[in-house]
T-cell receptor
């Protein structure tokens, strides 16, 4: 298995632009998570899905953030409009079972200037 | 939201030394996981401990889950430069609608000098 695949690896965009991050989970994993990592706040859970359905989005910072999972093999995290404070590394992870170990992707380093 | 406190935040040691990283909370977890993260990559799962008092060994790494399932420790024997990285503990919520959701500690940055 190729693991969790995220794209792009790096994204530099101007403030106000729309940013879309993509994730392909491990086949057969029913849980998908989006995390954001910064030096100040560490790893923060943004949202997670179970069988393509959003279960908990309480970590989404504000309405500028949205996430979708149209099918079991693809998810997106969108920021519109982006702001400099959104600069961080965004990770996608998937898990086979609830409470089980996570497999993380390599992350997308987002820089908003 | 359950909080996990890791200590120390930073650890800089010489090759061959032993070290222990601690992960503490006032909350009970259904399980606790340890991850290691290298620069530019995502965290990689090292181990999951489930039972209070459980001890797991992975080569030179020893993981322990507290009896009350509120805390954990990671002990590395004879550290090597390849052990350098960010070590994260993560607790899985024990009940309610948040059951199974992971909360991560802030991490311990370990540097092992040759």
């Amino acid at each position: 298995d190729a693991g969790v695949i995220q794209s792009p690896r790096h994204e530099v965009t101007e403030m106000g632009q729309e940013v879309t991050l993509r994730c392909k989970p491990i086949s057969g994993h029913d849980y998908l998570f989006w995390y954001r990592q910064t030096m100040m706040r560490g790893l923060e859970l943004l949202i997670y899905f179970n069988n393509n359905v959003p279960i908990d989005d309480s970590g989404m910072p504000e309405d500028r953030f949205s996430a979708k999972m149209p099918n079991a093999s693809f998810s997106t995290l969108k920021i519109q409009p982006s702001e400099p404070r959104d600069s961080a590394v965004y990770f996608c992870a998937s898990s086979l079972v609830r409470g089980g170990g996570y497999t993380f992707g390599s992350g997308t380093r987002l820089t908003v200037v | 939201t359950q909080l996990l406190e890791q200590s120390p935040q930073f650890l800089s040691i010489q090759e061959g030394e032993n070290l222990t990283v601690y992960c503490n909370s006032s909350s009970v977890f259904s399980s606790l996981q340890w991850y290691r993260q290298e620069p530019g990559e995502g965290p990689v799962l090292l181990v999951t401990v489930v039972t209070g008092g459980e001890v797991k060994k992975l080569k030179r790494l020893t993981f322990q889950f507290g009896d009350a399932r509120k805390d954990s420790s990671l002990h590395i024997t004879a550290a090597q430069p390849g052990d350098t990285g960010l070590y994260l503990c993560a607790g899985a919520d024990a009940g309610g609608t948040s059951y199974g959701k992971l909360t991560f500690g802030q991490g311990t940055i370990l540097t092992v000098h040759p």
